[in-house]
């Protein structure tokens, strides 16, 4: 966050850095917000049974993680389950059958740069386990996992592993 320097405004190299969620400009007055991003995870649910995918790309390469994703403009928290969801793994689901479970803050680092993000986790129950089409460029498998040989080390999100121990119990 340090790293942004020049005013988008003025153009001076004049931007400060709160340490929290916005630039100031000493020249121009300008102010530069750093918003928290809205993003979905959605625990896919059969039996006792989690479906986790397996990120194919950083940050977290190689965790395991509930699909979802950043929240689109102008787009609901639901929208954004229903298209995550079919561009991760081809799945159509019914938006009404979403189950919204909770939201928590968390921290997601991209290229250098920390974002804040509020997690909102759904609830997606479905009558029967079925075979994943993975969208590889995102995610390397599919893995459905009893709750009691779920490891939360293995969670590639702080968020995911606060509200996977507390729905866990």
């Given at each position: 966050m340090k790293d942004l320097k020049?005013?988008?405004k003025c153009?001076?190299?004049s931007l400060k850095w709160d340490g929290e969620k916005k630039w100031n400009c000493s020249e121009c007055?300008?102010?530069l917000f750093h918003n928290v991003a809205g993003a979905v995870a959605v625990l896919i649910k059969w039996d006792d049974e989690i479906l986790f995918t397996?990120?194919?790309q950083d940050p977290k390469k190689g965790k395991l993680d509930l699909a979802g994703g950043f929240v689109d403009p102008k787009e609901s928290a639901e929208e954004t389950c229903v298209r995550?969801?079919?561009e991760e793994m081809k799945l159509k689901v019914d938006i009404s059958q979403l189950k919204y479970l909770a939201s928590l803050p968390n921290i997601y680092e991209y290229k250098n740069i920390l974002y804040n993000t509020l997690d909102l986790f759904y609830e997606y129950q479905v009558g029967e386990k079925f075979e994943v089409n993975l969208e590889t460029s995102?995610?390397?498998e599919a893995v459905w996992l009893k709750k009691e040989n779920i490891n939360l080390e293995d969670i590639a999100f702080d968020s995911q592993k606060i509200f996977l121990e507390?729905?866990?119990k």
């Open positions: 020049f005013c988008p153009g001076q190299q007055d300008y102010v397996r990120r194919n995550e969801l079919f995102e995610i390397s507390k729905y866990l």
